[in-house]
């Protein structure tokens, strides 16, 4: 079982910068790999990033290449997501979510592929 808590969300303007991070608790979190997942209002949770159990391959929606950025500490059982230049549209509820994959080497992109999930932060960008 793993738990999954997330932080670092707010309101902030066009422009700026979030960085968001994800606490996982159990003592194996570096075999999972690692998702963020986002959902606005009226719209489907859609991933943003995802990552592999030791960062080695990575995923960006294209929506954000360029300007997000997925990291993991797994010394610390946290994963990030830095956020640069947001833009209105990202305003969304921000999840995590984990999947065991007994250190695979390859990331996740379908929601079924998450095992657990945390229970979001809010990011708000006003224009």
């Known amino acids: 079982q793993v738990q999954l808590v997330e932080s670092g969300g707010g309101l902030v303007q066009a422009g700026d910068s979030l960085r968001l991070s994800c606490a996982a608790s159990?003592?194996?979190?570096?075999?999972?790999?690692m998702g963020w997942f986002r959902q606005a209002p009226g719209k489907e949770r859609a991933l943003v990033a995802a990552i592999s159990w030791n960062g080695g391959s990575t995923y960006y929606a294209d929506s954000v290449k360029g300007r997000f950025t997925i990291s993991r500490n797994n010394a610390k059982n946290t994963v990030y997501l830095q956020m640069n230049s947001l833009k209105p549209e990202d305003t969304a509820v921000y999840h995590c979510?984990?999947?065991?994959?007994?250190?695979?080497?390859?990331?996740?992109?379908?929601?079924?592929?998450?095992?657990?999930w945390g229970q979001g932060t809010q990011v708000t960008v006003s224009s």
């Open positions: 159990g003592r194996t979190f570096s075999r999972y790999a």
């Open positions: 979510a984990a999947r065991n994959t007994d250190y695979s080497g390859t990331y996740y992109s379908a929601l079924a592929q998450y095992d657990y």
